[in-house]
């Protein structure tokens, strides 16, 4: 209990720390990085989640929003590729570094697409967080594929079934041979299943399972943090999804603690590979202990 109660005061310690940081961060120093990934389709690099923008006469479609602080300079960096008004933005999912300039756009008039659940989280947050303002608002939502298509290009909208929260949406580009997966599958780092908001490891599982089939040998894929890879890659997340899961399932069989667990520090021959802080690595295997079922008591059937 005292060791349970020790790691709960490290972890709110740990949020708090984030957050001030983050209060604190001085985002004029940020530098927007734009850079072409297919033909008229482009990533955008600031603070937070990978943006993407498909450009073109139709007008501008926006993967996501970054934080609220850095919209003006997000604007100026399309305008460098593009004199085309933004129209659309779609979220990935909920997380403020992927929504954080929703209001902004929308007051600027950019038409915001999400999944419905996706909507559900800025209305009714989890915790203490404030509702998002109306400007912040998805103005169209879906719970099923949606596709758009504009500058010569389709652009599918396909949800991904709570993995990293219960709003995910894949972007993908068929033509351009380009997915954006938000923040279920990432190339640095250990994958993030956040509960509180709805993930759930099958549902991780089953979306990355869902990506690997449908990507070929050249597609690439943009993640929601980490270098744009390819199909071998997200494979070797997911397998190492699975490496960890049953790792952890043989420590939970035997009766192990969630803190005995983490403290056997399952991810050291991974660690350098993902090049992950110790916090991630151990938020990351508390997540799968609580994800996997309790050991059946000896004796029941």
């Known amino acids: 209990m005292i060791m ?22 001085d985002f004029s120093k940020v530098e927007i990085k734009v850079t072409q990934v297919s033909g008229n389709l482009y990533t955008l690099e600031g603070q937070g ?56 756009f929308g007051k600027l008039g950019v038409l915001l697409f999400s999944r419905d659940q996706l909507r559900g989280r800025l209305v009714r947050p989890a ?3 404030q509702p998002a303002p109306a400007a ?14 504009m500058n010569g290009q389709d652009i599918d909208l396909i949800p991904i ?16 041979d380009v997915i954006f997966t938000g923040d279920y599958f990432r190339s640095t780092g250990y994958p993030n299943i956040d509960r509180g908001n709805g993930g759930t490891l099958n549902g991780m599982l089953n979306g990355l399972v869902m990506t690997i089939g449908m990507m070929g040998p050249s597609t690439k894929a943009v993640p929601g943090h980490g270098a744009i890879v390819d199909r ?3 494979i070797t997340h997911r397998d190492l999804i699975l490496v960890m899961r049953d790792r952890v399932a043989e420590l939970k069989r035997q009766g192990k603690t969630e803190q005995e667990v983490i403290a056997a520090k399952l991810t050291a021959d991974y660690d350098a590979k993902v090049q992950a802080n110790q916090m ?22």
Do not use: C, W
């Not at 720390?17 to 961060?25: C, F, I, T």
């Not at 993407?52 to 006469?57: E, H, N, Q, S």
């Not at 079934?161 to 351009?176: C, E, I, M, Q, S």
């Open 4 to 25: 349970r109660l020790a790691a709960i005061l490290v972890l709110v310690s740990a949020l708090a720390v984030s957050a001030g940081a983050q209060a604190q961060q």
């Open 280 to 301: 991630t690595a151990d938020r990351f295997i508390g997540q799968l202990y609580a994800e996997l079922p309790a050991p059946r008591p000896q004796g029941s059937n």
């Open 232 to 234: 071998t890659a997200v």
């Open 136 to 149: 912040a608002l998805p103005v169209v939502t879906y719970d099923g594929p949606v596709t758009l298509h």
């Open 49 to 104: 989640g990978t943006m993407g923008a498909l450009i073109g006469p139709d007008g501008v479609f926006l993967v996501d929003s970054q934080f609220a602080p850095l919209t003006e300079k997000l604007v100026a960096a399309v305008k460098r590729v593009s004199p085309s008004p933004i129209k659309y933005l779609v979220n990935t999912h909920v997380h403020a570094d992927h929504t954080g300039g929703n209001e902004n």
């Open 127 to 129: 915790g203490t967080a």
């Open 161 to 176: 079934r709570a993995a990293h929260t219960d709003g995910d949406t894949l972007v993908r580009f068929p033509g351009l």
